[in-house]
């Protein structure tokens, strides 16, 4: 489907085994496959993951703050499907493969 990282999803699942995070499915579904991926999924922090960021945060230098919340302000509440066309917009290879890119408006001006 496009940028995939097998890392990002173990560390999805290990933060899940945490319960740092909780996840939905989606409104609609961004493939035809009936089983409910990571990718299919909508993920928020818990009250315990918000208490180990906050713990993690705390340990990095302030430029990095700065730039953790620049990039959490930036794409935290972006939906997946603009995320995905601005990926794709910016970084053409990624989307070499991707199952979805028919469903989505790259070709457009930025997002």
């Known amino acids: 489907m496009g ?14 085994s945490l319960n740092a995070i909780e996840s ?11 089983n409910a991926t990571l990718a299919e999924k909508r993920f ?3 009250p315990k993951g918000q208490k180990i960021a906050s ?3 705390k340990q990095l230098e302030a430029k990095y703050r700065q730039e953790l919340r620049t990039v959490v302000d930036t794409y935290n509440r972006m939906a997946l ?8 917009r910016e970084y053409p290879s990624f989307a070499a493969e991707s199952e979805i ?3 989505l408006d790259v070709e457009s001006g930025p997002v």
């Open 3 to 16: 940028p995939f990282s097998e890392y990002v999803y173990e560390e999805i699942e290990f933060l899940l």
């Open 24 to 34: 939905e499915p989606l409104d609609r579904a961004i493939s035809n496959d009936n």
């Open 44 to 46: 928020s922090i818990t």
């Open 55 to 57: 713990e993690l945060e």
């Open 81 to 88: 499907t603009r995320l995905l066309e601005y990926v794709y």
């Open 101 to 103: 890119l028919d469903e």
